[in-house]
């Protein structure tokens, strides 16, 4: 096999790779959205106060220092 072929040849599994991972990625976004879906609103709104009172808490941090 020439190098010109050993070439085209990785170009076409290199793009066929890119598109299997991207499918891959589009198929955990899919997952992930139907996973919060079945998460309480309550829990959620629970979860983002927690998430804001840390960031807070690390400004806070970062203005002491």
Do not use: W
Not at 19 to 48: C, F, V, W
């Amino acid at each position: 096999m020439s190098y010109e072929q050993l070439q085209g040849t990785c170009l076409v599994k290199g793009k066929a790779a890119r598109n299997d991972h991207r499918k891959m990625h589009e198929n955990m976004g899919t997952m992930y959205e139907a996973m919060l879906d079945q998460i309480p609103e309550s829990t959620l709104d629970s979860m983002r106060q927690f998430l804001e009172a840390f960031d807070r808490a690390l400004d806070d941090m970062d203005k002491s220092v």
